[in-house]
């Protein structure tokens, strides 16, 4: 008899899916780490088998939550995680989930929402973010301050 089966009864067998993948890493908060940022989330993502538009998508929400930390926080180093997420068939993909926070001393705070002009420049970062992603949100991370994380889509590459 199998191992985990009853007399009479065989065993069940789990549904064989590979794990699910996770990773961070740091930065100092500059503005100059935007691009390395980019860099790393691609190559992470080209590794794990994503396609070049998944990679592009995380590029750019990396990239903009990123500038916004290092804007907005006064944050020394910025913490970016990246990773799957639970929810879908293999068939459909595995959504990815990226996260970005800067570490600062002190309680957090959260900016003001301020009115922004059409003819501004800047301002518009996460409005690409929601217009690319599933979902997003700000979450408060103690001893961190504000976590701001995006939902892409289930990426169509195959592992």
């Known amino acids: 008899m199998p191992f985990g089966g009853t007399a009479g009864r065989p065993a069940l067998r789990a549904r064989s899916r590979p794990p699910l993948r996770r990773t961070d890493f740091a930065l100092p908060a500059r503005a100059e780490s935007v691009a390395k940022a980019r860099r790393l989330v691609r190559g992470l993502l080209a590794g794990w088998g994503a396609d070049e538009e998944t990679c592009d998508t995380a590029a750019l929400v990396v990239s903009e939550l990123f500038t916004n930390t290092v804007v907005h926080t006064g944050s020394g180093s910025v913490v970016c995680e990246l990773r799957e997420e639970t929810g879908s068939t293999a068939r459909e993909g595995t959504p990815l989930r990226l996260e970005v926070c800067g570490r600062r001393p002190g309680p957090p705070t959260c ?5 922004r002009l059409p003819q501004e420049e800047h301002g518009r970062g996460l409005l690409l973010v929601e217009a690319v992603s599933e979902a997003w949100g700000i979450r408060d991370v ?18």
């Not at 900016?111 to 009115?115: E, G, K, M, Q």
């Not at 504000?146 to 939902?151: F, G, I, M, N, T």
């Open 142 to 159: 103690r001893g961190c301050g504000w976590s701001v994380w995006a939902r892409l889509p289930a990426a169509a590459a195959e592992r």
């Open 111 to 115: 900016p003001a929402p301020r009115t």
